[in-house]
Every structure is written in C-alpha cells, then in structure tokens.
C-alpha cells in the first residue's frame, strides 16, 4: 500500500512558503480512505473505494482559502462528489495544497495526475470532459512531481515573510 509522506508535502511547502488566501486557483486535497469501502457519492450512487490515499483536483476561482476551509470543515451542504465523499465514515482529508493562478487549470492538472493515478470514474468531472478528478494513488510522485503547488495555510495571523 502506498502512503502519502506528509514530510515530503512538509519539506516542499516550507520551502516555496504559503499561498495568498485571496487568490485564485487550482488546488489539491489528499484523502485517506482508512478501509475497503462502498460510500454514496450524489447521481454517481454507490461507489467502490479500495482503502488508500487519493488526490482530488479542484479550482477555487473565488478564493482558495475560503474552499479549502470549507472542505476542511465538518458542517456543510453537501452539494459536490467531494462532499459526500469526505463525508464518509473512515474518510480524512490530510493535507492541501494550491497553485495560484488565474486561469482554470483543473483538468490540465487532472490529466497529469491521470498519467500515475486510477481514475475513479465520473468523480468531480460533471462539467468538464474528464474522465474524472479524484485519482486513487501510490505514493507521494503524483503530487510532488506537479509544479507550483504550495501547501495552504489559513490565515489566523499574518504571515511573516522571509
Ligand atoms: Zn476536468
């Protein structure tokens, strides 16, 4: 089984340093599904998990705080896949991390992960042409290989910049 090194997500956020709360972008949220498990997510029904860490691909074109913090959060409408399926007993959300940009970069990014990541099928893609934006992965190279992304930090105080 392989196993996201949050020291590895640790090491690389610590040196490129955090992301603007304000700005826009695609982002990353790395869930740990604990067992085997069939979860109700939405009009796609039940699906088939197999225990391990997956990579979903998001954009927050109104701010990447303001979502990450609601996916972090543990009372919400469940409107998204991603909610229903964080939602889910044995279901955790680790870590996130954000590439700021202006433009949306969802599926590009999505694509590259697909190259080392199983798709599940239809998940986070109802209005774009993928095949899917949550990809079960081995191990921490189809995250860290990706360019520009940053761990994101919520903003309780200022940032001190170096
Ligand atoms: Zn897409």
């Given at each position: 089984?392989?196993k996201?090194?949050?020291?590895?997500?640790?090491?690389?956020?610590?040196?490129?340093g955090?992301v603007?709360?304000?700005?826009?972008?695609?982002?990353?949220?790395?869930v740990?599904?604990?067992?085997?498990?069939k979860?109700?997510?939405?009009?796609l029904?039940?699906?088939?998990?197999?225990?391990?860490?997956?990579?979903?691909?998001?954009?927050?074109?109104?701010g990447?705080?303001k979502r990450?913090?609601?996916h972090?959060?543990?009372?919400?409408?469940?409107?998204?896949?991603?909610?229903?399926?964080?939602?889910?007993p044995?279901?955790?959300?680790?870590?996130?991390?954000a590439?700021?940009s202006?433009?949306?970069?969802?599926?590009?990014?999505?694509?590259?992960?697909?190259?080392e990541?199983?798709?599940?099928?239809?998940?986070?893609?109802?209005?774009?042409n993928?095949?899917?934006?949550?990809?079960?992965?081995d191990?921490?190279?189809?995250?860290?290989?990706?360019?520009?992304?940053?761990?994101v930090k919520?903003?309780?105080?200022?940032q001190?910049?170096?």
């Amino acid at each position: 089984m392989g196993k996201i090194e949050m020291k590895d997500i640790k090491k690389k956020s610590a040196a490129s340093g955090g992301v603007n709360p304000c700005q826009k972008g695609a982002y990353l949220l790395l869930v740990k599904i604990s067992k085997d498990t069939k979860i109700e997510i939405g009009a796609l029904s039940k699906l088939f998990f197999e225990k391990g860490t997956y990579v979903y691909v998001g954009s927050a074109m109104n701010g990447i705080e303001k979502r990450v913090k609601r996916h972090f959060g543990k009372r919400k409408k469940i409107f998204w896949h991603i909610d229903y399926l964080l939602s889910a007993p044995g279901v955790k959300l680790g870590a996130a991390l954000a590439k700021p940009s202006k433009l949306r970069e969802e599926c590009k990014i999505a694509n590259k992960i697909a190259l080392e990541g199983i798709p599940v099928l239809g998940f986070g893609c109802s209005d774009c042409n993928c095949n899917s934006h949550l990809f079960k992965v081995d191990g921490t190279s189809a995250v860290t290989n990706l360019k520009g992304f940053r761990k994101v930090k919520f903003h309780r105080k200022k940032q001190i910049s170096k």
